[in-house]
């Protein structure tokens, strides 16, 4: 095969290793390595920047992650700074924030496994089995929408349902339910309920889209078998289109148990508010907060190494769980 | 559609409860919407007093003056417009070369590389030490913070790859025929023919940018080079009542204009580009989320 190399690309193109370099043909009869690269430079060119691009946005910050293990100061170098080992672990485990900062995360992060992760999959369900194409096409456009406003939107929204005088506040009012208007987003005990709520608010017909793929790679025979062996609507739900979905909820559930610890930055972000610290300050928000925040950059880190690290270990077992249960798995 | 059979009342009532709940839940999906809408096109002092739930009660158009009228929304906005155009562009051309390079399976060390890749959608340095290589690399306070860290997602490249190995090999087999490298051949053959990927991979970018107000958090200070969202956050969370108005002096409307009648006149203007596009791209990114969960 032939490489023409009239047809140079301009600006940035170039081969990024010196063409000066020697071109042996190597042991055996096998081009050498370096015969080989040249004679796929544009492919080689494409790929190195892509790596290029990853080693600077991806594996340099893994590098400055051993500043967990520094006393980082912003005015010197990372390799400067001297080691201290596990001080700021140690001191995050003494810190009177982290029992509170747990219970936030997992609190959220569990209401949303439980009612958030199972919803979108009655609901796609539920629309699979609507009968007019027309009604089902417009329903699904319309569940996506919310997906496409961003979380400052939607908190602009939250606020405006939620204010003294707004339609929620009216609404009990007006039924006699409270005597005057609450502060919902200035109280602690409401903040897992908005976060949650919204949440499904937002994704829920976005969420369905996975599972709405893998139903209509069903075949209308296995649907026209159970009807003749007598299977009626919820029959053919549970034998027929569950099953066709299983592999992709074990995919989903995997990741969604290893991100417990994750919470919605975005959504937190602009949902919290000094009166409802006590509820709102979760893990990602207390890795912001001292190291945007308080500049505290290698007790910061050492707190998000740690989630990184605990989530990577929930994924694996996760994953080899789902492998022996049901031989589904991610890798 | 499977069953020609007569319907039985079993069947029916089914049917029946279905169809509501589906109405309810369009219902529920965008009346909250609408309540905003309503609102914002609502004189804004009036709107103060609530309970305008289905229509203006004193109709006025006078937000969304206000908004059009201030230079610092207007100038966030074209931010965000500035910001979605270039970075979406750049994103999706580089992130597909770099795919179609790792596509290719004579590509020399392309299993290193991809193993690479897939390292990183597990692990990350995470915030800080995001934070200082960008602040070493001179980007804070720099327009291009919001283009070059986010110009290549491994993610999207699966997606590419999946979608550039079902690209029949006669295709590129003709061209290379005629003399094409692999350069041209991304050009001018496996672009053309990649449109439905590059629509996804185009509107789930196109939206991160247009909707992403952390990194104008972090990243920049200076108020001149924030974009909407980051703008809107900064009103929003803080409700400080003044913002707002601070921002529409100078035009003679305030009277009529509260802080929150501009926010929700805001809040729809920056939302209503991105709902007149996505219906028209909804066969496209269904498709691309298969092509994303089929690796796996």
Not at chain 1, 231 to 242: D, I, N, P, S
Not at chain 2, 64 to 86: C, E, H, N, Q, Y
Not at chain 2, 152 to 173: N, Q, V
Request: proline share 4%; hydrophobic share 50%.
């Amino acid at each position: 095969m032939e490489n023409k190399r009239s047809a140079e690309p301009a600006g940035g193109m170039t081969p990024l290793i010196p063409a000066n370099h020697k071109t042996g043909t190597g042991t055996g009869n096998r081009p050498s390595l370096w015969r080989r690269m040249t004679a796929q430079k544009h492919l080689q060119t494409m790929a190195l920047l892509g790596v290029i691009w990853m080693i600077i946005f991806n594996y340099i910050p893994m590098y400055g992650i051993i500043i967990a293990f520094k006393d980082y100061n912003i005015v010197k170098s990372i390799a400067e700074a001297p080691w201290v080992g596990l001080t700021h672990f140690r001191e995050f485990m003494e810190d009177e924030n982290l029992v509170n900062v747990i219970k936030n995360t997992l609190g959220i992060s569990l209401f949303k496994l439980v009612i958030g992760f199972p919803l979108p999959i009655i609901f796609a369900l539920f629309l699979n089995e609507i009968r007019s194409v027309r009604f089902k096409k417009s329903i699904q456009t319309i569940s996506y929408l919310p997906h496409f406003l961003s979380w400052v939107v939607l908190g602009g929204i939250l606020a405006t349902w939620l204010s003294d005088v707004g339609i929620i506040n009216n609404i009990l009012l007006a039924l006699g339910l409270i005597d005057q208007p609450i502060s919902y987003l200035a109280e602690p005990n409401y903040f897992r309920g908005i976060v949650i709520t919204s949440d499904i608010w937002k994704e829920l017909g976005w969420s369905a889209i996975i599972y709405l793929a893998a139903i209509s790679g069903v075949s209308p025979e296995m649907y026209e078998a159970a009807t003749i062996d007598g299977a009626g609507r919820f029959q053919k739900m549970w034998y027929v289109t569950l099953p066709a979905i299983k592999a992709t909820i074990s995919i989903l559930f995997i990741l969604a148990v290893s991100g417990v610890l994750n919470s919605n930055f975005d959504q937190i972000l602009v949902l919290r508010n000094a009166l409802n610290d006590s509820a709102s300050n979760v893990i990602d928000y207390y890795v912001y907060y001292t190291g945007i925040l308080s500049g505290r950059f290698s007790y910061s880190t050492a707190v998000g190494l740690l989630k990184s690290v605990i989530a990577l270990i929930l994924l694996l077992i996760a994953n080899s769980v789902s492998k022996k249960i049901n031989d589904t798995s991610l890798f | 559609m499977w069953s020609l059979k007569r319907k039985t009342t079993g069947e029916a009532l089914f049917d029946l409860a279905n169809n509501i709940i589906m109405l309810c839940l369009c219902f529920v999906t965008l009346y909250p919407i609408w309540y905003v809408i309503v609102n914002a096109f609502n004189n804004g002092s009036d709107a103060m007093q609530g309970g305008i739930y289905w229509w203006p009660r004193m109709f006025s158009l006078e937000n969304f003056k206000a908004v059009f009228a201030s230079p610092g929304i207007m100038l966030a906005m074209w931010i965000t417009v500035a910001k979605t155009l270039v970075g979406t562009v750049t994103h999706v051309f580089f992130t597909a070369m770099v795919a179609y390079a790792f596509s290719r399976r004579n590509l020399i060390g392309g299993k290193i590389y991809i193993l690479m890749g897939t390292v990183t959608l597990f692990f990350g340095g995470g915030l800080i030490p995001t934070f200082l290589l960008i602040k070493d690399l001179h980007l804070l306070d720099n327009f291009l913070v919001y283009i070059i860290p986010v110009l290549f997602s491994f993610f999207d490249l699966i997606i590419f790859m999946t979608f550039f190995r079902d690209i029949p090999e006669g295709l590129e087999e003709a061209a290379r025929m005629d003399g094409a490298n692999d350069w041209s051949i991304f050009l001018r053959v496996v672009i053309p023919v990649s449109m439905p990927v590059i629509a996804t991979i185009a509107l789930f970018h196109g939206v991160y940018q247009w909707n992403d107000y952390f990194a104008g958090i972090i990243y920049v200070n200076n108020p001149d080079l924030q974009p909407v969202q980051t703008f809107l956050y900064r009103v929003v969370a803080q409700s400080s009542s003044n913002q707002m108005i601070t921002a529409v002096q100078g035009s003679n409307l305030v009277k009529s204009v509260t802080s929150q009648s501009i926010k929700l006149a805001t809040m729809i203007v920056t939302t209503l580009p991105i709902v007149f596009v996505y219906p028209f791209l909804q066969r496209y990114f269904v498709k691309g989320m298969m092509l994303g969960s089929i690796k796996g």
